[in-house]
């Protein structure tokens, strides 16, 4: 199978965190394959991810899920126009190699190198489910490293409109779930945990932001960590799933809030959601019930595409290559890398 010359192919890689993946894309939004390695069960014993074992499980992996990756998409590198690469935010060393392994492949190759943004590849996945969707439009991006409520202008264009100022809706979800004995990873342990219970049964202090499309978890947390600590002091019982049902519904009455103010400031009326958490159920049905009464366009990714993935890189990656975008083979890793890079 050979498609050069008739689209343009990008092979992406993918490993800012714990999943080791590669994946090829035509023209943004056609996925030939998707490959993920991921080391959530590895790192569930340690309560999280490990920076230094994810390196080295990453660096066990790399070249196989890219040798499989093409083997899915039936081509071999000559049938690929460039290599997209995530060289930021994350972590450094899981970082470097994938950036090590894509500088590797462009080398050999001749192939030109893309960066990617991992925020900007969160956008991108919309693309891939939802083939009509164009900017501009609001994206709320949620994960365990990234709160922020972005204004997508073009496809590489964009700008915080707000972010968190302390804990991620990510990081406030994983915490509660340790401290309960759900374990990692937890915002999907604590939704299915949630099965049933009454999202009004409990209440947490917030920390209110005024005049900003900030965000704030900490107090969410603070007050969460207080009411289990009394429990336990007192000896109470307490409904699990009542518990993190009103947890959850409290974390997205934050998150959707201030994306409703969003486009209310903007006038953008279509949101995005992206990042792990958007594949939460509380939050998509708070989204999907504002959104109707105020007649807002949601999208969000298919739940394959919502955790860490390759294809969203390499989809990201087609819009910067056919907007110009090249990268030196000096490219370094940036862990705390700005949206506008």
Not at 142 to 164: E, F, H, N
Not at 329 to 334: T, V
């Amino acid at each position: 199978m050979s498609l050069k010359n008739d689209k343009v192919v990008i092979l992406g890689i993918e490993t800012s965190c714990d999943e080791t993946a590669c994946s090829i894309v035509c023209n943004g939004r056609e996925v030939l394959s998707n490959v993920i390695a991921s080391q959530a069960d590895f790192h569930e014993k340690y309560g999280g991810v490990v920076p230094e074992l994810a390196s080295r499980m990453h660096v066990d992996a790399v070249f196989s899920v890219i040798s499989e990756s093409l083997d899915l998409a039936g081509l071999t590198l000559d049938d690929v126009d460039a290599v997209a690469v995530t060289y930021g935010p994350g972590l450094v060393g899981a970082l470097l190699v994938g950036l090590s392994a894509a500088k590797g492949l462009c080398e050999v190759t001749g192939l030109p190198l893309v960066g990617v943004n991992h925020v900007k590849g969160h956008i991108a996945g919309n693309y891939i489910s939802h083939g009509d969707l164009r900017p501009p439009f609001i994206c709320l991006c949620v994960s365990g490293g990234t709160s922020a409520i972005i204004q997508v202008d073009d496809y590489c264009s964009m700008k915080y409109l707000g972010r968190t100022r302390d804990d991620a809706a990510g990081e406030a979800l994983d915490k509660i779930a340790r401290v309960i004995g759900l374990g990692y990873p937890g915002g999907p342990k604590m939704d299915k945990a949630a099965i049933g219970g009454n999202s009004e049964a409990y209440t947490f202090s917030r920390t209110h932001m005024l005049d900003t499309l900030d965000f704030s978890f900490s107090g969410i947390k603070t007050s969460a960590l207080n009411q289990l600590n009394e429990l336990k002091m007192k000896g109470d019982g307490f409904n699990l799933a009542d518990f993190v049902a009103s947890y959850q519904q409290h974390i997205a009455n934050e998150l959707v809030r201030n994306t409703i103010k969003a486009v209310e400031k903007t006038g953008v009326n279509t949101i995005c959601l992206a990042g792990g958490v958007s594949a939460n159920s509380f939050l998509r049905r708070e989204i999907d019930r504002e959104c109707e009464n105020k007649n807002i366009r949601v999208f969000y990714p298919d739940l394959k595409l919502c955790t860490d993935n390759a294809a969203m890189i390499a989809s990201a990656g087609y819009f910067e290559y056919i907007n110009g975008k090249r990268m030196d083979l000096s490219l370094n890793a940036i862990p705390s890398l700005p949206l506008e890079e």
